[in-house]
């Protein structure tokens, strides 16, 4: 081998011409290499363009070609690629459109194939819950008009008043229209959790999530009086709390009235246990229906007087009170609107 490195070195040290000429031969093979004829294909605003060309770039080709590219034009591959063979050219031009976002109007041109992509290219980003008018795979068309709404959520907790109730009490020891605050009352606070939605910065909705007792509140009690008074015919000031108007009838313990003569068992004895009797000077026994008067209550009667309701009748139903007196001939003599009544 080194025998053979020695010969080819002399050999061309004998014979410079030689070197010249190898030299120029490689030369001439490659400027023939690189302006081989090329044929390619270029598509362009709807047209696809076969051509033959020397150029060595695609800028070069398509300005040998007058194609006009603008700034925003896509074209792949691109500008400063090396032309070979074969190669397909695509030019995609830019079109008009118009986006709305951040509240700005924005006029742009594109050659991106999608919102999505234009988007991208624009250094518009989206969050999670922003809003596109257009579907973001929608493919761009001229004078497109494309709307991004910001939709922000925002979870806000605040205290809120729970206003104290008022609860009102009857009070048989004041006197009516007459009040007494038995318990003030103090208003109490929670906590109310709300998702608030926000588009472009504008309140859209507000739904409440949740809610805690932070104080609970106090409710405020009120007595208010029932008492009033009254004149009765022998004079003094007597209270009273409620003020009836009922039909009076009358019975005695007779046998007529009871079906009991004196000695049976159980004569003259009311529901209550008590023995019936009429005190003009003090508390009379009468008869009334439960459900309106309770038994014990203790009435006035205009024209009778002073009274317990201490007994019951079958025919004392609803507004009906049956006043007790010892003998008929006193009903007749009181002057009341009475009507005698049968009893079983």
Request: glycine share 8%; net charge positive; proline share 3%.
């Amino acid at each position: 081998m080194k025998n053979m490195t020695s010969r080819l070195r002399q050999y061309f040290s004998n014979n410079p011409g030689l070197v010249i000429i190898a030299v120029a031969a490689a030369t001439i093979i490659l400027a023939a290499t690189t302006t081989m004829e090329k044929r390619i294909s270029i598509s362009v605003d709807g047209n696809t363009i076969n051509m033959a060309t020397y150029k060595s770039t695609v800028k070069e080709v398509l300005s040998s070609a007058n194609i006009k590219v603008g700034s925003k034009d896509k074209i792949l591959p691109g500008l400063d690629s090396r032309v070979k063979s074969g190669m397909e050219v695509f030019i995609r031009r830019a079109v008009p459109v118009t986006v709305r976002v951040d509240g700005k109007e924005l006029k742009i041109y594109t050659a991106e194939d999608t919102v999505k992509n234009m988007l991208n290219q624009e250094g518009i980003v989206l969050n999670e819950k922003d809003r596109v008018s257009e579907g973001l795979k929608e493919p761009i068309t001229e004078n497109m008009k494309i709307v991004v709404v910001r939709v922000e959520e925002k979870t806000i907790t605040s205290t809120e008043k729970i206003a104290y109730k008022i609860f009102k009490k009857s009070d048989s020891r004041l006197e009516k229209g007459t009040t007494k605050i038995l318990q003030d009352g103090q208003d109490g606070e929670k906590l109310v959790t709300m998702k608030v939605v926000y588009e472009d910065g504008k309140e859209v909705s507000k739904i409440k999530i949740g809610e805690a007792i932070k104080k609970s509140p106090i409710n405020k009690i009120v007595a208010v009086g029932t008492i009033s008074w009254f004149t009765p015919a022998r004079g003094g000031r007597v209270p009273y709390t409620r003020k009836l108007t009922m039909k009076a009838t009358s019975y005695t313990a007779n046998y007529k009235c009871t079906g009991k003569r004196p000695g049976d068992k159980g004569f003259a004895r009311t529901a209550t246990g008590a023995i019936a009797k009429r005190n003009p000077s003090g508390w009379s026994t009468v008869a009334v229906d439960p459900r309106v008067i309770p038994l014990g209550t203790k009435l006035y009667v205009v024209g009778y007087g002073f009274a317990i309701a201490q007994d019951t009748g079958g025919a004392v139903k609803g507004n009906i009170i049956d006043l007790y007196f010892e003998h008929m001939k006193w009903e007749r003599d009181c002057g009341l609107p009475v009507k005698q009544q049968s009893m079983f």
